[in-house]
């Protein structure tokens, strides 16, 4: 395996800089098991799943977690919060620019008044320990002080913040959105419900491999960072009468698929994953992905090799020939697994 067989050219001009409206009108390449290739819409998925399938999504909710500083020198810094290390979400996990020059100690600050203190590096070494300061509530100091963390190939402002937020939303924890999610919305779910299609919800915190593209020439050298994730007990059961049934789990972006594909692995419905998706994974859980397409050399689109096999290179092909937009705000592809079920659900 080498990192050369998960690159593609992408110009810069096919990376969407802004939303969609309405959010389900975004185009949506579909591949069959079969190889079979069509073009359709995400408001089309109540025509393209079937009753009985389950439909997981990851309910993580976007931080404000970029937080523009100034530091005692009077130069500029950032501070991107990863993850909370404690309950009161004080200590933090997070990137730290410019890292190099920042000392262990030093205050930054967002007009005239202290919001962080600069810690130690942790043990991977390309981020920091950091912890708030002021008796500020920390949801509402960031509120008050930060900015969506919009990824750094979106150069566009976001007018509205909540289209970096999924419309399932809920617990605020992470530094990036589940892309694949903001495609949807109330009335393609309703509709989705009449067409006899279940959802479920799994958490997982995004953490720093959404932001890192592999750097290690063997890509399986990649050190996987982990990331917080929970499966409510009734997803998994969800997930288990669905294929007794002849049924489908179909996995709303790549962070389901860790979520579920984690427990699975581990037995356990909640704690901390660094499983690594790669070409020869053993697939429990997930039959179809709904998912953006994903930037070069990332350990995402090792996944998408790994659940569709090399076809992955063609289909991204077809996308850039037709006019696919890409990443974040962009389109979204359909794929199913080649050796997922192909019967109809029973009943």
Same mark, same amino acid.
């Given at each position: ?55 997981? @999504? ?15 020198? &009077?130069? !500029? ?15 933090? *996990? =997070? ?32 981020? #920091? ?5 002021? /008796? ?7 509120? /008050?002080? &930060?900015? %969506? ?8 402002? @976001? ?17 990036? =959105? ?5 495609? #949807?919305?109330?009335?393609?779910? =309703?509709?989705? !419900?009449?067409? $006899? ?19 290690? /020439? ?5 050190? %996987? ?18 294929? !007794? ?7 709303? $972006? ?6 579920? *594909? ?13 499983? #690594? ?24 689109? %090792? ?18 020939? /037709?006019?696919?937009?890409? @990443?974040?705000?962009?389109?979204? %592809?359909?794929? *199913? ?8 659900? =029973?009943?």
């Amino acid at each position: 395996m080498r990192l050369a067989d998960f690159d593609y050219e992408l110009p810069d001009d096919r990376i969407a800089q802004t939303p969609l409206e309405p959010r389900d009108s975004a185009r949506l390449l579909v591949a069959g098991a079969d190889g079979a290739v069509a073009h359709r819409h995400v408001r089309d998925l109540d025509e393209l799943l079937r009753p009985g399938d389950l439909l997981v @999504l990851n309910e993580t909710r976007v931080i404000p977690a970029r937080l523009r500083l100034q530091r005692q020198t &009077g130069g !500029a810094a950032e501070v991107l919060l990863l993850e909370a290390s404690d309950p009161q979400r004080r200590h933090w *996990e =997070a990137l730290v620019r410019p890292g190099r020059k920042l000392r262990v100690g030093e205050l930054l600050s967002h007009d005239g008044a202290p919001i962080v203190r600069i810690g130690e590096r942790t043990e991977a070494g390309d981020t #920091f320990r950091v912890e708030l300061l002021g /008796d500020a509530d920390t949801l509402d100091l960031l509120a /008050d002080h &930060g900015e %969506m963390p919009l990824p750094p190939y979106i150069t566009t402002r @976001l007018a509205d913040p909540e289209r970096y937020q999924t419309v399932f939303a809920r617990e605020p924890a992470s530094a990036a =959105a589940p892309t694949a999610g903001l495609h #949807f919305t109330a009335d393609l779910f =309703a509709r989705l !419900a009449r067409a $006899g299609i279940v959802t479920a919800t799994v958490e997982l915190v995004v953490g720093l491999d959404t932001f890192q593209p592999i750097t290690t /020439d063997d890509p399986l050298a990649h050190p %996987m960072h982990t990331e917080r994730y929970r499966v409510p007990a009734e997803t998994m059961q969800r997930c288990r009468h669905t294929a !007794a049934a002849g049924g489908r789990v179909v996995a709303v $972006g790549t962070t389901a698929v860790r979520a579920l *594909e984690s427990a699975a692995a581990s037995g356990d419905l909640e704690g901390r994953t660094d499983l #690594f998706i790669h070409r020869g994974f053993d697939w429990r859980v997930v039959d179809v992905l709904v998912t953006n397409f994903h930037l070069p050399r990332t350990t995402l689109l %090792m996944m998408i090799d790994a659940f569709v096999g090399p076809s992955w290179r063609e289909l991204y092909a077809v996308a850039l020939d /037709d006019g696919y937009r890409f @990443l974040s705000f962009g389109d979204a %592809m359909l794929l *199913e697994r080649p050796s997922a079920p192909t019967s109809e659900p =029973a009943g």
